[in-house]
T-cell receptor
């Protein structure tokens, strides 16, 4: 496979469940990102990892927990979510964590919290 | 100051027409302005980008116009085609801010 892949593509979970989203990039990039995409709102940057180190956490609630075991894989662990957390979660990667680097996005995981 | 304001929210254009989407920003530290295109079921993909040292950049039917003094930039799609129907996001990046996105414009090109 090429590019950025995300699994699962769709996820329905209850508020008491624990689940994880997975992202894998096959581009040899060093920076990886999690974004939240909600209708009629800008893409919200959640977390940034650069060379496996978390460099940004944009005031994301602790019920979202990221993990980056290596430069190719990124996880988002979910627990005790709220219905307002329902959204499309996008993973992206870029060669470096610089302002002018092109970001390559995966297709996203559509999350529904009941 | 971190916001990027995008308009219109939705746009319907006849095939062969010109589609125009506008964005405005406040933070003068931004120095990179990309446009992303997103089709249903897909993630956004870079379409075209501009740095503030030029006022216009053209790639095929897609053109970015940049007005540094007004802190505005726009995407023009010439000879719009039904295959251009997608959601378009502008973004701004620079300084300590990495990729602030607009709210998106849903474009529909009628055949």
């Amino acid at each position: 496979e090429t590019g950025v892949t995300q699994t699962p593509r769709h996820l329905v979970m209850g508020m008491t469940n624990k689940k994880s989203l997975k992202c894998e990039q096959h581009l040899g990039h060093n920076a990886m990102y999690w974004y939240k995409q909600s209708a009629k709102k800008p893409l919200e940057l959640m977390f940034v990892y650069n060379f496996k180190e978390q460099t940004e956490n944009n005031s994301v609630p602790s019920r979202f927990s990221p993990e980056c075991p290596n430069s190719s894989h990124l996880f988002l662990h979910l627990h005790t979510l709220q219905p307002e957390d329902s959204a499309l979660y996008l993973c992206a990667s870029s060669q470096e964590f610089v302002s002018f680097d092109t970001q390559y996005f995966g297709p996203g995981t559509r999350l529904t919290v009941l | 100051q971190q916001q990027v304001k995008q308009s219109p929210q939705s746009l319907i254009v006849q095939k062969g027409g010109i589609s125009i989407i506008n964005c405005a920003y406040e933070n003068t530290a931004f120095d990179y302005f990309p446009w992303y295109q997103q089709f249903p079921g897909k993630g956004p993909a870079l379409l075209i980008a501009i740095r503030p040292d030029v006022s216009e950049k053209k790639e095929g039917r897609f053109t970015i116009s940049f007005n540094k003094s007004a802190k505005q930039f726009s995407l023009h799609i010439m000879d719009s085609q039904p295959g251009d129907s997608a959601t378009y996001f502008c973004a701004a990046s620079g300084g300590t801010y990495k990729y602030i996105f607009g709210t998106g414009t849903r474009l529909k090109v009628l055949a």
